[in-house]
């Protein structure tokens, strides 16, 4: 008996099968809903989150990379010394669970972490290869997993305050897919997906001013209109990863030497075109310290009075226009970075670009 057209179609509506990407987008939401890296933080912290955990110490082989592995430390204690922060009212955020990680991640990307010498390429370390993956595990993949945790959540700290600084974090050399450039894991691309769900987000920013293209958080919002990447960046250096940039929405390619004066005559024309191109509910400011003269990865010519300058109109940006900021220390490969990522927070500070008042503890 031939069925009647409504019918014919009812049925085959109620047939029809949820599809992949439909269930991948459920199962990506279950798990933010499920997640326990936000958290109430209370009035008497300040938004500046970091955890002693940051730091990698592994038998002295930290030192076979530029990068500064105590650097997060450093940077707070600086902080602490001026007078500016109290270690009892940053932030500690909670580790980055392997729930949390597949959000973005698959499976098979997290697996291959559990091989030490798929780890010692991406941090370009190659001696982390001898170890065993316990051991690389507790010294190198927890202290990025904690940064993770702090990069996400510092997203629901911008919304409550208006800005928030994770002393850690900025990985943007690592996508979904695929870690390398001492990246492991993809906090930014986390912190926007989480946001979106948790936060009623609809558009962000990234705003990458590290010395290197951020050809991880590009792959991952390759298409997606609902995030905006301005990066500026030396495109003589690592990654030169070409098809990544093609999915930038705005690009300031810049050459080796370029100075601060050029600089940041160059970051203030970008930001220009960058308020009239989108309007972000959030901004994820990447603020790597590799432009700074004499690093020798970033290859630019910026004092450490630009890089203040840089930061501060950067959060004068965001100010301006009432959009929540955090801000992600990334790249940096001298010393002397810490020093100046302390000194730009307290100029942000002395500019009343943020507030760091010391609120009295509630018992």
């Known amino acids: 008996m031939a069925t009647s057209p409504a019918s014919s179609s009812s ?21 933010i809903l499920s997640s326990k890296l ?43 010394k001026a007078g500016v922060l109290r270690k009892t ?7 980055a669970t392997n729930d949390d990680l597949l959000v973005v991640h698959s ?19 190659p001696p982390v290869a001898i170890f065993p993956n316990w051991l690389v595990q507790q010294k190198v993949l927890h202290p990025f997993r904690k940064q993770v945790g702090g990069s996400i959540l510092s997203a629901k700290l911008a919304l409550e305050r208006g800005w928030a600084i994770n002393v850690g974090g900025g990985f943007h050399h690592c996508s979904a897919a695929e870690g390398g450039g001492f990246c492991v894991y993809a906090d930014i691309t ?37 995030v905006y990447i301005l990066d500026m960046y030396n495109a003589g250096i690592y990654p030169l990863d070409y098809e990544a940039r093609r999915y930038i929405n ?21 930001l ?38 840089r930061d501060e109109k950067v959060f004068r940006f965001a100010k301006e226009r009432n959009i929540p900021l955090i801000m992600l220390t990334s790249g940096g490969y001298m010393k002397s970075s810490a020093r100046v990522i302390a000194d730009s927070i307290i100029n942000l500070k002395q500019k009343n670009l943020i507030d760091l008042t010391m609120l009295p503890s509630t018992s």
């Open 11 to 31: 049925s085959s509506f109620a047939a029809l099968p949820t599809s992949p990407a439909s269930a991948a987008e459920n199962l990506r939401r279950s798990r």
């Open 272 to 309: 220009e075109v960058a308020k009239i191109n989108f309007d972000p509910g959030l901004i994820v400011y990447n603020a790597g310290t590799d432009i700074l003269e004499g690093d020798p990865l970033g290859r630019l010519k910026i004092s450490p009075e630009g890089v203040a300058m």
């Open 38 to 80: 936000y958290f109430d933080v209370p009035r008497s912290k300040v938004p500046v989150i970091y955890s002693s955990s940051y730091n990698i110490t592994f038998l002295g082989i930290e030192k076979l990379h530029p990068f500064d592995s105590s650097k997060w430390g450093r940077v707070c204690e600086f902080l602490i």
């Open 250 to 270: 705005q690009k300031v390619e810049l050459v080796s030497g370029t100075n601060t004066e050029a600089y940041l005559e160059q970051l203030d024309k970008a």
């Open 89 to 95: 009212q940053t932030v500690e955020p909670l580790e």
């Open 190 to 226: 986390l912190c926007i997906q989480f946001a979106f769900v948790r936060l009623n987000i609809s558009r962000a920013m990234i705003i990458d001013l590290d010395a290197h293209q951020g050809n991880g958080h590009e792959k991952d919002f390759a298409n997606d209109d609902r």
């Open 107 to 125: 499976e098979s990307y997290l697996k291959s972490l559990k091989s030490s010498l798929k780890v010692s390429i991406i941090v370009e370390v």
